[in-house]
């Protein structure tokens, strides 16, 4: 599954993101950019630690994938080392453009890491 899913995100620009609601407990869903390498997906949150997407996963450390009618669910991994979260931004910039992170990306704090199922 894996493989197939990570050839499906090669051709997609962004996917859904389904987090639970910590509040509400109800599954959100929004689309939002990515990074994969190496079979991992890299997130930074449009308004970083602010977003509230990040803060349901902080409380529910899961979230589901979509992308080109393929999901997966897996565990997903706040970074807050601010060289770490530099570096995913950079590739942010190299995927998007840095025009496009600096007008979606007001502030960038946070990323997540979420780590693809075999």
Do not use: H
């Amino acid at each position: 599954m894996s493989g197939e899913f990570t050839a499906t995100l090669e051709k997609s620009g962004e996917i859904e993101n389904t987090v639970t609601g910590r509040v509400s407990g109800k599954q959100i869903t929004l689309p939002v950019w990515f990074i994969e390498e190496d079979g991992t997906l890299y997130l930074v949150p449009v308004t970083g630690s602010d977003t509230e997407w990040y803060k349901n996963v902080l409380a529910t450390p899961r979230l589901q994938i979509a992308a080109g009618g393929q999901s997966i669910t897996a565990a997903a991994t706040p970074i807050t080392n601010q060289t770490r979260v530099r570096e995913i931004v950079e590739k942010f910039r190299s995927k998007y453009g840095a025009d496009q992170v600096a007008a979606y990306y007001p502030k960038t704090d946070v990323a997540v890491e979420v780590s693809l199922p075999d």
